[in-house]
C-alpha cells in the first residue's frame, strides 16, 4: 500500500555534492517520520541523524506537500561512500481502516571517488 522511491544517489569526486529524494506514495494517512540511513560495505547500518561524522556538512529536509525528504551532501568524503537508505513510520489506509508500519527504500548508491 505504501512505496518509497529514492533517487540521486551516483559518482561524486571527493568535496563535491549529491542531493537525494525519496518520495513516498500509496494509500497514505499521515508520514509520522522520514529519515536517512547508510550502510558501507562491512559497517552496520547507520542512522545519518545521529552521525557525527556528517554533522555540518549534511542536510536533511522534507516537503510535505510532496510527502518527500531530501538529504543534502555537501563536502563529500571518501568515506561517505554508502548505500543511503530512507525510512518512513507511516500511518495509510488498509481497507476501511488505518493501520502503520515501517518502510524502506530501495537503496541508492553513492560513491565518492578521490
Known amino acids: 500500500q505504501v512505496q518509497l522511491v529514492e533517487s540521486g544517489g551516483g559518482l561524486v569526486r571527493a568535496g563535491g555534492s549529491l542531493r537525494l529524494s525519496c518520495a513516498a506514495s500509496g494509500s497514505i494517512f499521515k508520514i509520522n517520520a522520514m529519515g536517512w540511513y547508510r550502510q558501507a560495505p562491512g559497517k552496520q547500518r547507520e542512522l545519518i541523524g545521529a552521525?557525527?561524522?556528517?554533522?555540518g556538512r549534511f542536510t536533511i529536509s522534507r516537503d510535505n506537500a510532496k510527502n518527500t525528504v531530501y538529504l543534502q551532501m555537501n563536502s563529500l568524503k571518501l568515506e561517505d561512500t554508502a548505500v543511503y537508505y530512507c525510512?518512513?513510520?507511516?500511518?495509510?489506509?488498509?481497507?476501511?481502516?488505518?493501520?502503520?508500519?515501517?518502510?524502506w527504500g530501495q537503496g541508492t548508491q553513492v560513491t565518492v571517488s578521490s
Open positions: 525510512n518512513a513510520r507511516i500511518t495509510y489506509w488498509n481497507g476501511g481502516d488505518l493501520d502503520a508500519g515501517d518502510y
Open positions: 552521525a557525527d561524522s556528517v554533522k
